[in-house]
């Protein structure tokens, strides 16, 4: 679900350029917290581990690709579209053949309530509803349905630039300056800061190019890697993106797996899994084993509705100058 994309697109178009980055940084801490002590620059190291966060789609001597923390919770805005849309459209056509069945039987009188409730009121009502919702619905269900199957962010370690493939409607594709990355992240979070996060980069206006060579005249957000379990993982995971960039591919060595792009049913399962079933990560919490297990429907419900959510998409891909930049 692009639900961080769609919110900070919708903030920009709402709000001035200084006003959109202060409310990103204030969704890094609550009320009464102190500010963020970010990294000053790319050139400063955050941690003296690495960690690929299994979130690495390609990784070679030019460039590596890296997921977004969406791709776990899409599937329930599509439950919801089908379930209800279905509902409201098996409705609307229930009724106007219910209707016309009565209206064609000769065995039947029918008196003037007949024909304005079940011939004009009840399908009227049943159809205008079903429109209304997927006329005006529709924006919502592109959040993870009937656009990109994924937001890619390419580091190029040779062009020393990022580049942001997404939707048009979540921003569209963006060439960033590397040197010029703001690192939205606490280099001295706690160990607790880092459950569920991830990393949110940010560019000041200007600080980039569209694909036709305009400057881009808003700041620029992304977020990337799936979400950590715990600070150390969090800053390890950009020191591997920031040596890999700053030192070379033999300091963020390729990691033994890579994500797979192909929508396979049982990646959508371990998707669900791992998003509804969070207390199994954990050792002594065994008494959840149960209570995930009573969950099991949901989270095939879940399951279904994400592998479906990626079969009604299409799988992105850079341009082809920017496949070949670097080479």
Not at 33 to 56: A, F, K, R, T, W
Not at 129 to 152: G, H
Not at 302 to 307: E, G, I, K, R, Y
Request: proline share 5%; net charge negative; aromatic share 14%.
């Amino acid at each position: 679900m692009y639900w961080l994309e769609w919110k900070f697109q919708w903030s920009k178009k709402n709000s001035h350029e200084e006003e959109s980055l202060e409310s990103l940084k204030a969704q890094q801490r609550q009320a009464g917290e102190p500010e963020l002590e970010v990294p000053e620059g790319v050139g400063e190291s955050v941690s003296e581990q690495i960690y690929d966060n299994d979130s690495i789609y390609l990784h070679n001597d030019v460039a590596i690709d890296i997921r977004t923390p969406n791709d776990e919770r899409r599937g329930t805005l599509t439950f919801l579209y089908f379930g209800v849309g279905g509902t409201l459209a098996w409705a609307a056509i229930s009724t106007i053949w219910s209707a016309i069945n009565d209206l064609l039987d000769p065995t039947r009188t029918h008196s003037w309530v007949f024909y304005v409730f079940s011939l004009f009121l009840l399908p009227l009502i049943t159809s205008t509803a079903s429109y209304l919702f997927f006329r005006y619905l529709l924006k919502f269900i592109r959040l993870e349905a009937f656009t990109a199957r994924r937001i890619i962010v390419r580091f190029n370690r040779i062009t020393r630039k990022v580049y942001l493939l997404r939707p048009k409607h979540l921003g569209g594709i963006r060439i960033m300056d590397w040197d010029k990355t703001e690192v939205l992240i606490d280099k001295n979070m706690s160990e607790v800061e880092g459950i569920g996060s991830f990393i949110t980069l940010a560019w000041d206006k200007g600080d980039g190019v569209d694909l036709q060579g305009k400057p881009t005249d808003h700041i620029e957000v992304t977020y990337i890697g799936k979400p950590t379990h715990n600070a150390s993982e969090l800053l390890a995971f950009w020191e591997y993106i920031r040596r890999y960039m700053e030192d070379g591919p033999a300091d963020a060595p390729a990691p033994k797996t890579r994500l797979s792009k192909f929508p396979w049913p049982w990646l959508s399962l371990k998707a669900a899994w791992s998003e509804d079933s969070p207390y199994l990560h954990y050792r002594g919490l065994g008494v959840f084993v149960v209570f995930n297990v009573l969950m099991l429907p949901a989270i095939l419900i879940h399951a279904s509705s994400h592998w479906l959510s990626l079969l009604l998409c299409y799988e992105p891909r850079f341009p082809r100058e920017i496949e070949e930049a670097g080479r």
